[in-house]
T-cell receptor, first 109, second 114 residues
Framework: EDQVTQSPEALRLQEGESSSLNCSYT??????LFWYRQDPGKGPEFLFT???AGEEKEKERLKATLTKKESFLHITAPKPEDSATYLC??????????FGGGTRLMVKP | ETGVTQTPRHLVMGMTNKKSLKCEQH?????MYWYKQSAKKPLELMFV???????ENNSVPSRFSPECPNSSHLFLHLHTLQPEDSALYLC?????????????FGEGSRLTVL
């Protein structure tokens, strides 16, 4: 059974304080690892797709990386508008996503 | 209208009511999904449709009944629900079933069962 575990559950940062979110996974036949952002009261918004170990993707202050067992979402010099819940998901050979529980990020000015 | 729209945004129903959630996607996608998001739990896949045919029923109780009349519309019919069914129900679409990781979500329907 595919499993995705995200840590920490919640993270409080000061504006400008860089940090990383972790996503550990076990999956049979990884076909992709995906990061989403979810704001309160809204549906998740797609951020990145990573397919193989060593791959990196960047968007503004966010950078996602992938190893064979985990992915990191690095946030550089975050701003209050980066506050959201970040979700990680893996896609298996059956094309079905398994989501982690998310990390709630709060960035204070 | 752009993206994925869901109605209603909020719904309160009794355990004996029958109601429906509606989803419409304006992206020209061929696959549509229903997800359930409960407090403190990961997103749970409920149903998957590809080109209007159901391809996945993720062990969902029969009190939830999906309908996909065409590739742009998806419904979730609800009847005799339980209080534990209270959750945010999210509709999503993807270009094809093979691009199931890159989902476009609606804003969800917040359901409360009394």
């Amino acid at each position: 059974e595919d499993q995705v575990t995200q840590s920490p559950e919640a993270l409080r940062l000061q504006e400008g304080e860089s940090s990383s979110l972790n996503c550990s996974y076990t999956v049979s036949g990884l076909r992709g690892l995906f990061w989403y952002r979810q704001d309160p009261g809204k549906g998740p918004e797609f951020l990145f797709t990573l397919y193989s170990a060593g791959e990196e993707k960047e968007k503004e202050r966010l950078k996602a990386t992938l190893t064979k067992k985990e992915s990191f979402l690095h946030i550089t010099a975050p701003k209050p508008e980066d506050s959201a819940t970040y979700l990680c998901a893996v896609n298996n050979a059956g094309n079905m996503l398994t989501f982690g529980g998310g990390t709630r990020l709060m960035v204070k000015p | 209208e752009t993206g994925v729209t869901q109605t209603p945004r909020h719904l309160v129903m009794g355990m004996t009511n029958k109601k429906s959630l509606k989803c419409e996607q304006h992206l020209g996608h061929n696959a549509m999904y229903w997800y359930k998001q409960s407090a403190k739990k990961p997103l749970e896949l409920m149903f998957v449709y590809s080109l209007e045919e159901r391809v996945e029923n993720n062990s969902v109780p029969s009190r939830f009944s999906p309908e996909c009349p065409n590739s742009s519309h998806l419904f979730l019919h609800l009847h005799t629900l339980q209080p534990e069914d209270s959750a945010l129900y999210l509709c999503a679409s993807s270009q094809e079933l093979t691009s199931a990781g890159e989902l476009f979500f609606g804003e969800g329907s917040r359901l409360t069962v009394l």
